[in-house]
C-alpha cells in the first residue's frame, strides 16, 4: 500500500527571491501562466525595484518552489460622500479616506502540491498545506505590523480562490472601497481582512 504524501512531511523554507535561488522557479507551475510569467521573468526586478518583495516556498529536500507571495505597501481608498457646499475642492461632490495596508500582490502554489491534504485529521473542513503556507503568510505580516502601522490586509483573487480566501476571513469589497485600476487585476476580486 502507498502511503499518501501530507503537507506536513514537506520539509520547506520561506526565503526571500534572490539571484542565487531565481534558477529553482524554473519547474514552477501553478496553472496560470501570467502568476507564472510574473515569478520567471519580473518579480526578481520588481524586488529590486521596491516594488513588491517576492518570497519562495522552497522544499529543502527537493530545491524545489512549492509556492510563492508577493507583498507590497498599499491602502484601501474608501469614497466618503459630502455635498459640493461642504467640498468645494471636490466637483464630484465627494471625497476619499485610505487606510494603510499591506497588499498580499500574489499568492501561488505548485499544481503538485495545491489541494494537498495537511495531516490525517478528518475535520470538516479540509485543512491543506496551501492553508499552512497561507498561515505562514499571515504570521508575517502580523509581524511587520509590530513594525509598521496597517490597518487592513488586501489582496486581489482570482476567481476560483475566492472561497480559499474567505475560509482564512478575507471580505470582499464594500461598495465604498475603491479597486486599483491595474490590468492585471481587472479579472480579479478584491477582498479585505482587518488586523
Keep these: ?19 542565487e535561488n531565481i534558477n529553482s522557479t524554473n519547474l514552477f507551475d501553478c496553472g496560470n ?3 507564472n510569467s510574473f515569478l520567471k521573468f519580473n518579480a526578481l526586478e520588481s524586488s529590486d525595484n521596491n516594488e513588491v518583495k517576492t518570497y519562495i516556498f522552497l522544499n529543502e529536500l527537493e530545491n524545489k518552489v512549492i509556492g510563492f507571495f508577493s507583498l507590497r505597501c498599499s491602502a484601501i481608498y474608501c469614497d466618503i460622500s459630502v455635498s459640493k457646499e461642504e467640498n468645494k475642492s471636490n466637483t464630484d ?8 495596508a499591506i497588499e498580499i500582490d500574489y499568492f501561488a502554489i505548485d499544481i503538485e502540491y495545491q489541494g494537498l491534504k495537511y495531516d490525517e485529521i478528518d475535520d470538516d473542513e ?9 498561515g505562514d503568510i499571515l504570521g508575517i505580516c502580523l509581524e511587520v505590523s509590530k513594525i509598521i502601522a ?15 480566501y474567505k475560509k482564512h476571513n478575507f ?15 481587472e479579472d480579479c476580486m478584491p477582498m479585505f481582512l482587518e488586523i
Excluded at 496597517?150 to 480559499?164: C, E, Q
Aim: charged letters at 15%.
Design 93 to 100: 461632490g465627494g471625497r476619499t479616506i485610505n487606510f494603510p
Design 150 to 164: 496597517f490597518k487592513f490586509l488586501i489582496l486581489y483573487s482570482v476567481p476560483n480562490a475566492i472561497n480559499f
Design 126 to 134: 479540509l485543512f491543506t498545506l496551501s492553508d499552512a503556507l497561507f
Design 1 to 19: 500500500m502507498v502511503k499518501l504524501m501530507l503537507g506536513k512531511d514537506v520539509n520547506y523554507r520561506t526565503v526571500i527571491l534572490d539571484e
Design 171 to 185: 471580505k470582499e469589497f464594500y461598495i465604498f472601497m475603491n479597486r486599483i485600476n491595474n490590468m492585471h487585476v
Design 33 to 35: 501562466s501570467a502568476i
